[in-house]
């Protein structure tokens, strides 16, 4: 079938669609409707099936292929690494769901994960799936103050931690920041289960924290029955980023997410059961969610869980268990890649990749520099794809089980499945002609795997999402784009992002991608500040790759985004910096930017991977004054 049939049919006959998708998983009771709308924007998928997250991972494929390896725990910091097949790991699930029943953990109770990526983190997730507990994964770069925030929110029952996990070399202590977070938070979990990995000391809180080896020792043998849930029971609530403000909770179903991953399994990422998939992202990131735990385990497929940094031992590591391991399916972000390009790219080449089918990327803008490089290191399709904590799996991307079709550099490609998007004019809601620039919107029913709302929070779901773009009851992505004449989306910044100058818009990204072109700019970011004249004016950030030759590189930028865009795009000023300010999950924090540039103050920059990194800019502001 052509992409366009297929997406076309998804969108008018979602019923027939899904339904026919729904036969990719396991239902131990089928379900009576396919979708029920009746009171939108909250949309119900798979009502009244029932099924399990954890049999359908895990069980399941245990029986039908024991022992085959499902989960690769590599750490290049402890320097070990554990194979478990289908069986193993579904005894270390049961284990960990004897643990949760044992203290009290029932069908809704909520549990906190809070660790490195271990493979004890895999198990808490798939065990809480299992009792239909529903899991809270909090980043483990984390510190107290954003984790005691999701503590109050998810108010969990348990919190499942490790003492440490481990950067660079060197230990990095979880169980003080998690004892001074419970401090913090008003809400108090009854237990904390602590897998001690013996990097660290740390006390434990008598009568209150739970030692992980003890625990499960004394369920060696259990095996705890799956609880089966309806299809719109919560699996788990994950919060967003924080690149623009206060995180969102997330609230996912159980059945449509299954249905919706499996689905993006066979027609995005084309993996097979048995073959391998390699996601470098972090748990405590939708990627992590979708394509490190369930995606690649729901499709009976093994999945490496890799703690460590891309660089050590050396800059090949990652390729190097590409050949080990005969991984098909690669995954993950350009910033991960800007890493590596700083390295030889002999370290990638060595490695013999012929296992690997494609390598996906997402989490923001791909640049033409960094697709190019990667592209010419692996010889194999480097596939962008764009998508939100929100949606769970891929909204845009080029869906090569369903046809190749070109890429064009630039767009992350056309429509997924079952998402009905449109490009809107932010003003007026007038839906967009070719070429024209306006917010990316999905009118609803969302898809299945998509949130089912605000956690606690239906009124902020409708008023956060459904309610900016007037007179419709429509999505908003909050991002910016135009679509092409082939239906390619193109995104341009977010629409906080969006600088007016002197009336036209401009997305930050398009004047990204014009600094980008000049050779010597590693990275950029661009904002747009207040300007007496013209309304706003755009502002440049730039870390160049050769600090010694960067005198004029102010002035080059300008020229070249003259030359490429027109002067109404000209950065106002272009300043030198050595990094720029980044979210723990490496997406460049504008807003913070845009204040420091604006004499502002930055406002909550907990979310924020090092934040020495906007001081230093302030300084660079007020020296070039
Ligand atoms: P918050 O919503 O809390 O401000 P966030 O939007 O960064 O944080 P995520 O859900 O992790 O949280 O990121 C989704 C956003 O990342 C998208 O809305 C988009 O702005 C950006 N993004 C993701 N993939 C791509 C891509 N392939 N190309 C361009 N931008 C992307
Ligand atoms: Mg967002």
């Not at 399941?60 to 478990?84: C, F, G």
């Not at 770069?141 to 931690?161: C, E, N, Q, W, Y």
């Not at 729901?298 to 940094?309: F, K, R, S, V």
């Not at 419709?472 to 992505?477: E, Q, V």
């Amino acid at each position: 079938m052509s992409y366009k049939a297929h997406h076309e049919r998804s969108i008018s006959d979602p019923d027939g669609f899904w339904g026919e998708q729904a036969k990719l998983i396991h239902w131990e009771k089928p379900f009576d409707t396919v979708l029920n709308y009746d009171n939108p924007p909250f949309a119900k998928w798979f009502e009244g099936g029932l099924t399990n997250l954890c049999y359908n991972s895990v069980d399941r494929h245990a029986k039908e292929r024991p022992n085959q390896i499902a989960l690769v725990a590599v750490s290049t910091e402890t320097n070990k690494e554990k194979a478990y097949t289908f069986q193993e790991l579904y005894e270390e699930v049961n284990r960990i769901a004897a643990i949760y029943k044992a203290n009290g953990i029932q069908k809704g109770d909520r549990v906190l994960i809070y660790m490195p990526m271990i493979a004890e983190a895999c198990f808490a997730m798939l065990a809480c799936a299992r009792i239909g507990a529903i899991h809270s994964v909090v980043f483990g770069g984390f510190a107290s103050h954003s984790l005691a925030s999701r503590i109050d929110d998810a108010k969990p029952k348990m919190i499942v931690t490790a003492e440490a996990g481990m950067r660079g070399g060197k230990a990095v202590p979880y169980k003080p920041l998690l004892d001074e977070a419970i401090t913090l938070a008003s809400y108090k979990p009854e237990k904390v289960l602590l897998v001690n990995r013996g990097l660290s000391e740390f006390t434990s809180v008598a009568g209150r924290d739970l030692d992980y080896a003890a625990e499960r020792q004394k369920h060696l043998n259990d095996i705890v029955p799956v609880e089966w849930v309806d299809a719109t029971h919560p699996s788990y609530i994950l919060y967003t980023s924080g690149t623009t403000g206060k995180p969102k909770g997330v609230q996912r179903d159980t059945g449509g997410y299954a249905v919706a991953l499996m689905a993006s399994m066979n027609h995005i990422f084309c993996g097979k059961a048995g073959e391998t998939m390699f996601t470098t992202s972090d748990i405590g990131w939708v990627v992590g969610h979708s394509y490190i735990i369930y995606g690649p385990l729901l499709n009976g497929m093994a999945t490496i869980m890799y703690e460590g940094t891309p660089l050590r031992p050396d800059a090949g590591i990652w390729w190097e268990l590409v050949a080990k391991y005969k991984v098909s399916v690669m995954f993950s972000a350009p910033t991960a890649v800007r890493v590596l390009k700083k390295q030889d790219p002999a370290f990638l080449t060595k490695h013999d990749l012929s296992s690997l089918r494609t390598l996906f990327l997402a989490g923001e803008p791909l640049d033409e520099p960094t697709a190019s490089w990667i592209h010419d290191a692996i010889k194999k399709p480097v596939v962008d794809n764009y998508w939100q904590t929100e949606t769970g799996w891929p909204i845009l991307a080029i869906q090569r089980g369903i046809e190749v079709m070109p890429h064009k550099f630039g767009s992350p490609g056309v429509p997924s499945f079952g998402y009905n998007m449109k490009l809107l004019d932010d003003a007026t809601s007038v839906e967009l002609g070719p070429d024209q620039k306006g917010v990316i919107a999905i009118e609803g029913p969302l898809p299945p795997g998509c949130m089912q709302t605000v956690w606690g929070d239906d009124k902020r779901f409708v008023s956060t999402y459904w309610e900016t773009i007037p007179g419709k009851l429509i999505y908003s992505t909050f991002d910016w784009g135009i679509k092409d004449k082939d239906g390619y989306f193109f995104i341009l910044g977010r629409t906080d992002d969006v600088i007016n100058v002197a009336g036209h818009r401009l997305g930050t990204r398009e004047i990204e991608e014009s600094i980008s072109s000049h050779p010597n700019i590693s990275e950029v970011a661009v904002v747009g500040i207040e300007d007496k004249l013209k309304g706003q004016a755009a502002i440049a950030f730039v870390i160049p790759k050769d600090s010694s030759k960067a005198e004029n590189l102010e002035k080059e930028c300008m020229k070249t985004v003259d030359s490429q865009l027109g002067a109404i795009a000209r950065p106002g000023r272009v300043y030198v910096v050595s990094a720029l300010p980044k979210t723990r999950s490496g997406k460049i924090v504008r807003r913070a930017l845009q204040a420091v540039a604006e004499g502002r103050d930055p406002g909550d920059i907990s979310t924020m991977e090092d934040q020495t990194v906007l001081a230093q800019i302030k300084t660079i502001i007020e020296q070039s004054a």
